[in-house]
Nanobody, 126 residues
Framework: QVQLTESGGGLAQAGGSLTLSCTAS????????MGWFRQGPGAEREFVAA????????YYGDSVTGRFTISKDSAENTVTLHMNSLKPEDTAVYYC???????????????????WGKGTQVTVSS
């Protein structure tokens, strides 16, 4: 069984920055890509970013491209999401995920994601 433990998040002002981290533990087997989704108030779940096992391949959702950066420490099974130029519409619960590939996390998460974190709240004030 895989456990994903998220940290970071909290409150930021528009234009500010926050960093989220997530560590995977347990039996990850071949699920080695990681990523983030978010769900805002009254909104559908939205893909944010994903990164391959090696960290060499990354994908971003349109709404965060150029502002967010995902990175991975493979030795520690940890993924970090640096969020810059935050906007009020970034307010959401952010969920860490574990899957087999970054591409499938983005495009086929219902079939690929093997584990979800409990979520961490990010609130951006205007």
């Amino acid at each position: 069984q895989v456990q994903l433990t998220e940290s970071g998040g909290g409150l930021a002002q528009a234009g500010g920055s926050l960093t989220l981290s997530c560590t995977a533990s347990g039996r990850t087997y071949d699920s080695v890509a990681m990523g983030w989704f978010r769900q805002g108030p009254g909104a559908e779940r939205e893909f944010v970013a994903a990164i391959s096992e090696s960290g060499s391949i990354t994908y971003y959702g349109d709404s965060v491209t150029g502002r967010f950066t995902i990175s991975k420490d493979s030795a520690e099974n940890t993924v970090t999401l640096h969020m810059n130029s935050l906007k009020p519409e970034d307010t959401a619960v952010y969920y860490c995920v574990l899957g087999s590939s970054a591409f499938r996390i983005q495009h086929d998460h219902r079939n690929d994601v093997k584990a979800w974190g409990k979520g961490t709240q990010v609130t951006v004030s205007s």
